[in-house]
T-cell receptor, first 114, second 112 residues
Framework: AQSVAQPEDQVNVAEGNPLTVKCTYS??????LFWYVQYPNRGLQFLLK??????LVKGSYGFEAEFNKSQTSFHLKKPSALVSDSALYFC????????????FGKGTRLSVIA | DAGVIQSPRHEVTEMGQEVTLRCKPI?????LFWYRQTMMRGLELLIY????????DSGMPEDRFSAKMPNASFSTLKIQPSEPRDSAVYFC??????????FGPGTRLTVT
């Protein structure tokens, strides 16, 4: 079975500081990992994905994520947070070899304070 | 491409009424997903289709919920009869296998 854990319901960071939103996963085979962002009253928006290759994946709006196989983690990062980054962030996983839907985490609310 | 299109964007109805939510997936996408989002339960997968065929409807909460995909460019989610606890935001998403899912803007349903 596939599962995703986002251990923090809320992350607060000052504008200009680096941010990290944590995600750990569990799949039986190789993982296919995603990050999505949801702004108020909007649908989920794709940020970035990891399939294979470089462990550091770059995505939209300056975000990046680091795949760590030994720790089964895929943390989302940004070197310098903006107030406009405040939103709900979802990590998602699926087994690369299957055709099952993505399994989403519960989401982490990021608040960037000016 | 216009992305995933959902209608209506907002729906307010009285308990017992039938509600129909509509979705047009991105052209060429083989998979279509219906989700429900609430504060209490988060994001829940209700049902998904592959090439217009329902694959897994185990997330549909009750027999009051039904979904159809008569062709590759249209799907409906119907609730009959609706209840206040059905109030939520309903999202449709589509994808190519095995890629990322693209979400629509959602339909905010309020049942009074």
């Amino acid at each position: 079975a596939q599962s995703v854990a986002q251990p923090e319901d809320q992350v607060n960071v000052a504008e200009g500081n680096p941010l990290t939103v944590k995600c750990t996963y569990s799949v039986s085979g190789n993982p296919y990992l995603f990050w999505y962002v949801q702004y108020p009253n909007r649908g989920l928006q794709f940020l970035l994905k990891y399939i294979t290759g470089d462990n550091l994946v770059k995505g939209s709006y300056g975000f990046e994520a680091e795949f760590n196989k030994s720790q089964t983690s895929f943390h989302l990062k940004k070197p310098s947070a903006l107030v406009s980054d405040s939103a709900l962030y979802f990590c998602a996983v699926r087994d690369f070899s299957g055709n099952t839907p993505l399994v989403f985490g519960k989401g982490t609310r990021l608040s960037v304070i000016a | 491409d216009a992305g995933v299109i959902q209608s209506p964007r907002h729906e307010v109805t009285e308990m017992g009424q039938e509600v129909t939510l509509r979705c047009k997936p991105i052209s060429g996408h083989d998979y279509l997903f219906w989700y429900r989002q609430t504060m209490m339960r988060g994001l829940e997968l209700l049902i998904y289709f592959n090439n217009n065929v329902p694959i897994d409807d185990s997330g549909m909460p009750e027999d009051r919920f039904s979904a159809k995909m008569p062709n590759a460019s249209f799907s409906t989610l119907k609730i009959q009869p609706s209840e206040p606890r059905d109030s939520a935001v309903y999202f449709c998403a589509s994808s190519l296998p095995p890629g990322e899912q693209y979400f629509g803007p959602g339909t905010r349903l309020t049942v009074t």
